[in-house]
Protein backbone atom coordinates (compact mmCIF):
# COMPACT_ATOMS: atom_id res chain seq x y z
CA UNK A 1 0.00 0.00 0.00
CA UNK A 2 1.35 3.33 -0.67
CA UNK A 3 1.85 5.33 2.28
CA UNK A 4 2.29 9.04 2.02
CA UNK A 5 3.81 9.62 5.35
CA UNK A 6 7.43 7.54 4.02
CA UNK A 7 8.79 10.75 2.37
CA UNK A 8 11.78 10.91 0.55
CA UNK A 9 13.83 12.39 3.86
CA UNK A 10 12.21 9.16 5.96
CA UNK A 11 13.79 6.77 3.28
CA UNK A 12 16.54 9.08 3.53
CA UNK A 13 16.92 8.86 6.93
CA UNK A 14 16.32 5.15 7.08
CA UNK A 15 18.78 3.90 4.28
CA UNK A 16 21.37 5.98 5.25
CA UNK A 17 23.31 3.01 6.28
CA UNK A 18 23.49 0.75 3.58
CA UNK A 19 23.49 3.61 1.02
CA UNK A 20 26.78 4.54 3.14
CA UNK A 21 27.65 0.42 2.48
CA UNK A 22 27.04 0.54 -1.09
CA UNK A 23 26.31 3.84 -2.68
CA UNK A 24 25.56 2.36 -5.82
CA UNK A 25 22.44 0.56 -4.34
CA UNK A 26 19.85 1.41 -7.54
CA UNK A 27 16.26 3.32 -6.95
CA UNK A 28 14.99 0.18 -7.64
CA UNK A 29 16.44 -2.01 -4.94
CA UNK A 30 15.52 0.56 -2.28
CA UNK A 31 11.91 0.30 -3.81
CA UNK A 32 12.07 -3.78 -3.32
CA UNK A 33 13.53 -3.61 0.30
CA UNK A 34 10.81 -0.74 1.48
CA UNK A 35 8.11 -3.16 0.23
CA UNK A 36 9.79 -6.44 1.47
CA UNK A 37 10.53 -4.77 5.06
CA UNK A 38 8.20 -2.36 5.75
CA UNK A 39 5.22 -3.22 3.10
CA UNK A 40 4.97 0.11 1.24
CA UNK A 41 5.00 0.14 -2.21
CA UNK A 42 6.84 3.85 -2.89
CA UNK A 43 7.43 5.62 -5.74
CA UNK A 44 10.71 5.21 -7.67
CA UNK A 45 11.26 8.95 -8.15
CA UNK A 46 10.38 9.26 -4.30
CA UNK A 47 13.54 6.26 -4.21
CA UNK A 48 15.83 8.17 -6.53
CA UNK A 49 14.91 11.77 -4.17
CA UNK A 50 16.00 9.66 -1.14
CA UNK A 51 19.45 8.44 -2.20
CA UNK A 52 20.06 11.46 -3.86
CA UNK A 53 19.29 13.06 -0.32
CA UNK A 54 21.30 10.33 1.59
CA UNK A 55 24.15 10.43 -0.31
CA UNK A 56 24.38 14.37 -0.29
CA UNK A 57 24.52 14.06 3.62
CA UNK A 58 27.24 11.51 3.59
CA UNK A 59 29.51 13.19 0.56
CA UNK A 60 28.36 16.48 1.33
CA UNK A 61 27.51 19.45 -1.49
CA UNK A 62 29.93 20.14 -4.25
CA UNK A 63 29.82 23.91 -3.06
CA UNK A 64 31.30 22.64 0.42
CA UNK A 65 34.33 20.83 -1.79
CA UNK A 66 34.61 23.99 -3.31
CA UNK A 67 35.57 25.58 -0.05
CA UNK A 68 38.41 23.04 0.55
CA UNK A 69 39.96 24.25 -2.47
CA UNK A 70 42.12 27.35 -0.63
CA UNK A 71 43.63 25.52 1.97
CA UNK A 72 44.49 22.29 -0.19
CA UNK A 73 46.28 24.81 -2.69
CA UNK A 74 47.72 26.51 0.28
CA UNK A 75 48.85 22.65 1.56
CA UNK A 76 50.81 22.30 -1.82
CA UNK A 77 52.37 25.56 -1.60
CA UNK A 78 53.87 24.52 1.83
CA UNK A 79 55.08 20.96 0.83
CA UNK A 80 56.21 21.91 -2.47
CA UNK A 81 57.53 25.70 -2.31
CA UNK A 82 58.91 25.57 -5.56
CA UNK A 83 55.99 24.05 -7.82
CA UNK A 84 53.28 26.30 -9.26
CA UNK A 85 49.76 26.19 -7.96
CA UNK A 86 47.21 28.52 -9.12
CA UNK A 87 43.11 28.35 -8.81
CA UNK A 88 41.28 31.05 -10.40
CA UNK A 89 37.66 31.66 -9.46
CA UNK A 90 35.01 33.50 -11.76
CA UNK A 91 32.57 36.12 -10.35
CA UNK A 92 30.54 33.94 -8.51
CA UNK A 93 32.82 32.44 -6.87
CA UNK A 94 32.78 29.45 -8.51
CA UNK A 95 35.88 27.42 -9.90
CA UNK A 96 37.19 28.99 -13.33
CA UNK A 97 40.60 27.03 -13.57
CA UNK A 98 42.57 24.88 -11.73
CA UNK A 99 46.91 24.94 -12.08
CA UNK A 100 49.26 21.73 -11.07
CA UNK A 101 53.24 22.11 -11.77
CA UNK A 102 55.14 20.13 -9.70
CA UNK A 103 58.64 21.35 -9.45
CA UNK A 104 60.54 17.85 -10.30
CA UNK A 105 58.23 16.96 -13.46
CA UNK A 106 59.32 20.68 -14.62
CA UNK A 107 62.85 19.54 -14.05
CA UNK A 108 62.24 16.11 -15.38
CA UNK A 109 60.98 17.26 -18.67
CA UNK A 110 64.01 20.32 -19.05
CA UNK A 111 66.28 17.36 -18.02
CA UNK A 112 65.33 14.58 -20.06
CA UNK A 113 62.45 15.21 -22.75
CA UNK A 114 62.73 16.15 -26.03
CA UNK A 115 61.34 19.53 -26.41
CA UNK A 116 58.07 18.63 -27.62
CA UNK A 117 55.00 18.80 -26.03
CA UNK A 118 51.56 16.93 -26.72
CA UNK A 119 48.09 18.93 -25.76
CA UNK A 120 45.14 16.60 -24.87
CA UNK A 121 41.51 17.20 -23.77
CA UNK A 122 38.20 16.10 -23.34
CA UNK A 123 34.61 17.67 -22.24
CA UNK A 124 33.79 16.77 -18.40
CA UNK A 125 30.01 15.16 -18.88
CA UNK A 126 29.30 16.16 -15.42
CA UNK A 127 26.40 18.47 -14.23
CA UNK A 128 29.37 21.03 -13.31
CA UNK A 129 30.73 20.78 -17.31
CA UNK A 130 33.96 21.86 -18.07
CA UNK A 131 37.34 20.74 -19.96
CA UNK A 132 39.89 18.64 -18.65
CA UNK A 133 43.38 19.58 -20.40
CA UNK A 134 46.50 17.09 -20.23
CA UNK A 135 50.29 18.25 -21.66
CA UNK A 136 52.03 14.98 -22.37
CA UNK A 137 56.20 14.90 -23.50
CA UNK A 138 57.93 12.23 -25.21
CA UNK A 139 61.15 10.93 -22.96
CA UNK A 140 64.03 11.52 -24.39
CA UNK A 141 65.61 7.92 -24.46
CA UNK A 142 62.59 6.89 -26.76
Known amino acids: MRNRQATDAWLAEEYMSKIKINPNWTPQQLKDDAMSIYALDVHRKKCFRAKHMALTKLRGTVGEHYAYLRPYCAELLRVEPEGRFEFLLDDHGQLERFFVGFSALKQGFLAGCRLLLGLDGCFLKT ?16
Not at 127 to 142: R, S
Open 127 to 142: FLGGTLLTVVAKDGNN
